[in-house]
Structures are given as structure tokens and as C-alpha cells.
């Protein structure tokens, strides 16, 4: 047996194991896969989502106008939609569904922190839509908004643990 003294002159001459791989530089395709994206059953989700997203574009969201018709600003002026629910449907068209589409069909880490990032800022943007709909003292918000912004509420979470956990 090596008592105490005689075992720390031993670890001081073992040189330690230096892992060859460890200092090395990544190559192109390991930092390929580091850029990449695996939604798993979180794609079919989203998926999902954003189909009812597109259908809340055909509900009414402010009195009768429906959700294209407050994109489009073809609304009846006399609704008074202001610009609140039309920058989220313009916002919520935009990260919703474009940047959803887009990251699903590239997988890349960044286009979907992008949609996750953005859901959350679009869900937010759709509360206040809906707060000003419901202070105008006009017309208040219909279930289409309120559906939409639910939408990206689910949309910004999906996102946010696609992001997260980055298979």
C-alpha cells in the first residue's frame, strides 16, 4: 500500500489523458448537425396549429369583418379595426405561418428560434389586439381573434421546446 506522500508523487508523474478529439476543431458536417432541428411529434402539432391558424383567417375577428379582411384592410370602415388587430394579423401571418413553414422545411436551429422568439412577441402583440378591441367602446373582439391569438400561444410554446431541446 502507498501511503499518503508516496501516492501524491505518483499522480505528479502520470501525465493525464488528454482526449485527442476533445481539442480538435469541429468538422463541417458536426457543425452542420449542431444547426439542425428534430421537432419529432412536435412538427405534427404545429403543424396542426398553424391549419387552425389559417382557418381563423376566415372567422370574424373584429364585429362581422373576418381575419383576411383585417389583413387586407378591406374591413368595413365603420368597424373602426384600428391598427392593432391589423399589425397582429399581419405579424401572426408572417411568424405564424411563414416562419412555421419555413423552419419545418429547412430544420434549421435559427429560422425556428426565430419562430419561437416571434410567437411570443405576436401572442403578446395579440393580447393588446384584443385589450384594444375590448376599451374601444365600438365593437369588441369575436372568437376568430381570440382563437388566433390562442394559436400563437401554442405556437410560441411548441416552438420554445423545439428550440429548447434541440435533439
Do not use: Y
Not at 416562419?99 to 436551429?109: E, K
Request: charged share 15%.
Amino acid at each position: 500500500m502507498l501511503t499518503d506522500p508516496e501516492r501524491r508523487d505518483e499522480e505528479q508523474e502520470m501525465p493525464q489523458a488528454v482526449d485527442p478529439h476533445a481539442t480538435r476543431p469541429l468538422s463541417k458536417a458536426e457543425k452542420e448537425v449542431l444547426r439542425r432541428i428534430d421537432p419529432g411529434s412536435r412538427a405534427l402539432v404545429i403543424a396542426a396549429v398553424m391549419l387552425v391558424l389559417v382557418l381563423c383567417s376566415l372567422l370574424p375577428w373584429v364585429g362581422d369583418a373576418a381575419g383576411w379582411q383585417v389583413l387586407t384592410g378591406t374591413a368595413d370602415p365603420s368597424l373602426n379595426v384600428g391598427l392593432l388587430p391589423q399589425l397582429f394579423a399581419i405579424n401572426s401571418t408572417v411568424v405564424g405561418i411563414g416562419l412555421g413553414v419555413l423552419s419545418l422545411m429547412t430544420r434549421r436551429w435559427g429560422v425556428a428560434f426565430l419562430a419561437a422568439v416571434g410567437g411570443v412577441v405576436v401572442t403578446f402583440e395579440g393580447m393588446v389586439a384584443i385589450w384594444s378591441r375590448q376599451t374601444s367602446g365600438i365593437t369588441g373582439p369575436s372568437f376568430g381573434l381570440v382563437l388566433a391569438v390562442v394559436c400563437m400561444a401554442v405556437l410560441a410554446v411548441q416552438w420554445m421546446r423545439v428550440v429548447w431541446t434541440r435533439r
